[in-house]
């Protein structure tokens, strides 16, 4: 089992960056798959990036590709990403999650655990 914390979110505006963090606790990050996700109000929670136990892998949603980095520190417990050239319609809150599979998706349901999410707002 882990705990997931996100952390990082506030108010930016366009064209600026963020860094959040999704800190864990109890069974080792390196374990899983981590991916990140969001959703914006009266809207589906979508998929934004995943990277693999080593994190030599990753894979984006196409509208953040160029613009977002998704890495990790296991030896911190630690997935971050880093976003960049931040667009309101970025505008969500974000969360991070688990997946125990042994390969990359971007399904919600294959995710076992999930942070609380961190608000990040894009102004115009």
């Known amino acids: 089992q882990v705990q997931l914390v996100e952390s990082g979110g506030g108010l930016v505006q366009a064209g600026g960056s963020l860094r959040l963090s999704c800190a864990a606790s109890?069974?080792?990050?390196?374990?899983?798959?981590v991916g990140w996700f969001r959703q914006a109000p009266g809207k589906e929670r979508e998929f934004v990036a995943i990277?693999?136990?080593?994190?030599?892998?990753?894979y984006y949603t196409e509208s953040v590709k160029g613009r977002f980095t998704i890495s990790r520190d296991n030896a911190e417990n630690t997935v971050y990403l880093q976003m960049s050239s931040l667009k309101p319609e970025d505008t969500a809150v974000y969360y991070c999650?688990?997946?125990?599979?042994?390969?990359?998706?971007?399904?919600?349901?294959?995710?076992?655990?999930w942070g609380q999410g961190t608000q990040v707002t894009v102004s115009s």
């Open positions: 999650a688990t997946s125990p599979r042994i390969q990359l998706t971007t399904t919600t349901a294959a995710y076992d655990y």
């Open positions: 109890g069974r080792t990050l390196s374990s899983y798959y």
């Open positions: 990277i693999s136990r080593s994190g030599n892998m990753q």
